[in-house]
Every structure is written in structure tokens, then in C-alpha cells.
């Protein structure tokens, strides 16, 4: 059964700072995974998607990589803003066809 | 605008009763999803659907069923709500072809049962 954790819970940071999230999976046979945030009371946006022959993906400040046999991947922050305090959450896609998501983690930028 | 969208935003009810929770997706997609996120904030997999197959997850509670009137749409019907339903569920949808494309998700409901 695969199941997906997140470190740190919780993050705090002052602005500008980059950071790190941490996301393991304990199955690796993946098709791919994704990252989101989800800001408080709303939705999930994704923010990265990489596939399970991938090793990285980029989008603005935001670098994901993808260490399939190991079971990690990493969401890399760069210049971190305010705007960026969310929930950060990770997700595998498996051949069930669904997401297994991690607990999430929950960061927050101080001005 | 192209989105995923759910209605209601909220809903609040009384045990026993059902309810129905819609969700519709403009991007042509063809799978699927509900997840429900509970109070820890832990989201889960209920069900993937598309035109040919509908996949349950097996700890989801046959109180709970979701109905496709078109590719756009998957509705969640909710019988015989009990206190423990309170969630907030979310509605996602994916491209065609293949299980490597990204999910994409609906606002969410916040269902409260009192």
C-alpha cells in the first residue's frame, strides 16, 4: 500500500529565504507526481507535475526533482514571498488511476 | 473560464438525510474523481470514473455513490448522512489517454452534518 509523507509539517521562513519540502513515497512504481498548495479554505491548485521517467520540472521560482528509486522528491522555493504561505501538498499517481496524497506541509513566509 | 467547478460551496444538513454534491469539468476531460479531506486535513481517493470503468476505493461506504449523466459531469450522492460524513469533498478531473497526466481540482464542498 503506498503511502506518502511530508517533512517538515510546518515551516516558517523569513521572506527572501529559499527553502526546502521534503516528500517520500514508499511504493515507487508511480506514473508520476504532483505538487500542489492549497491555500486556507480553498481548492488545490497544481504546481508541478513530473513524470515517473522525469527527474526535475521547473515553473517560475518553483523547481521540483523526482527521485523515483529512492522514493523523494523535493520542492525547492526560491526568494520565497508572503504570497507564498499555503499548504504545500504532494501526490502519486499509481495504477489504481488516483492520487495518494502526503499529509502536507504548512509554510509560512514572515515579512 | 476552463475549470473544474462544485456546487455547493457549503452544505449543512441534518444525520439522515441525502444530499448531492455536482461537480462539472469544461476541459474535455474523461476521468473523474471525488476525494474527501478530513478535519486533519488528510485528502483520500473515494472514487476515479470514466466512460468505462468506475473505481471505488473499498473503505468508502456504499451510503456513497456517484452518478455520470455525461463525460462532464460526476455528481456525488450521499445517502443516510451520518456525522462522520463531515468533510470537505473535492471534485478532480484528468486528460485522455494515459495514466501520466495531471489532476486538476474543483473548489471543493464543505458538507457539515449536525
Known amino acids: 500500500k503506498q503511502e506518502v509523507t511530508q517533512i517538515p509539517a510546518a515551516l516558517s521562513v523569513p521572506e527572501g529565504e529559499n527553502l526546502v519540502l521534503n516528500c517520500s513515497f514508499t511504493d515507487s512504481a508511480i506514473y508520476n507526481l504532483q505538487w500542489f498548495r492549497q491555500d486556507p479554505g480553498k481548492g488545490l491548485t497544481s504546481l508541478l507535475l513530473i513524470q515517473s521517467s522525469q527527474r526535475e520540472q521547473t515553473s517560475g521560482r518553483l523547481n521540483a526533482s523526482l527521485d523515483k528509486s529512492s522514493g523523494r522528491s523535493t520542492l525547492y522555493i526560491a526568494a520565497s514571498q508572503p504570497g507564498d504561505s499555503a499548504t504545500y501538498l504532494c501526490a502519486v499517481r499509481t495504477g489504481a488511476n488516483n492520487l495518494f496524497f502526503g499529509t502536507g506541509t504548512r509554510l509560512t513566509v514572515i515579512p | ?114
Open chain 2, 1 to 114: 473560464d476552463t475549470a473544474v467547478s462544485q456546487t455547493p460551496k457549503y452544505l449543512v444538513t441534518q444525520m439522515g438525510n441525502d444530499k448531492s454534491i455536482k461537480c462539472e469539468q469544461n476541459l474535455g476531460h474523461d476521468t473523474m474523481y471525488w476525494y474527501k479531506q478530513d478535519s486533519k486535513k488528510f485528502l483520500k481517493i473515494m472514487f476515479s470514473y470514466n466512460n468505462k470503468e468506475l473505481i471505488i476505493n473499498e473503505t468508502v461506504p456504499n451510503r456513497f455513490s456517484p452518478k455520470s449523466p455525461d463525460k462532464a459531469h460526476l455528481n456525488l450522492h450521499i445517502n443516510s448522512l451520518e456525522l462522520g460524513d463531515s468533510a470537505v469533498y473535492f471534485c478532480a478531473s484528468s486528460r485522455p489517454s494515459g495514466r501520466g497526466n495531471e489532476q486538476f481540482f474543483g473548489p471543493g464542498t464543505r458538507l457539515t452534518v449536525l
